[in-house]
Nanobody
Framework: QVQLVESGGGSVQSGGSLRLSCAAS????????MGWFRQAPGKEREGVGT???????RYADSVKGRFIISQDNAKNTLYLQMNNLKPEDTAMYYC?????????????????????WGQGTQVTVSS
């Protein structure tokens, strides 16, 4: 059973930075697709960014230029560096993985395509 455990959330002021981590067990980083999603109260879960098996990262327009996804295969860890945070970035952030999604599907950032999810980590940005 694949397990994903997020960490690194917290409270910051607008313009600040945070780095989220997602430690994976029983999952091969070199295959499939991994991504970050977020969900604010009363809103649907949305894609923040994904990285495919070729190492190509894609981002939602709302975070492009501010957030960076990276991975350390040796540590089985996925990261989300969040810079210039805004109050509208406040949400629960989730790490997700899927073993069978190719690059094209990975790029769509559709939550329904991901089989494995972490428990989430809260990010709160104050103005």
């Amino acid at each position: 059973q694949v397990q994903l455990v997020e960490s690194g959330g917290g409270s910051v002021q607008s313009g600040g930075s945070l780095r989220l981590s997602c430690a994976a067990s029983r999952y091969t980083y070199s295959s499939g697709c991994m991504g970050w999603f977020r969900q604010a109260p009363g809103k649907e879960r949305e894609g923040v960014g994904t990285i495919d098996s070729d190492g190509r990262a894609r981002y939602a327009d709302s975070v492009k230029g501010r957030f960076i996804i990276s991975q350390d295969n040796a540590k089985n860890t996925l990261y989300l560096q969040m810079n210039n945070l805004k109050p509208e970035d406040t949400a629960m952030y989730y790490c997700a993985a899927d073993s069978f999604s190719g690059p094209a599907i990975c790029a769509r950032m559709s939550p329904s395509r991901f089989a494995y999810w972490g428990q989430g980590t809260q990010v709160t940005v104050s103005s």
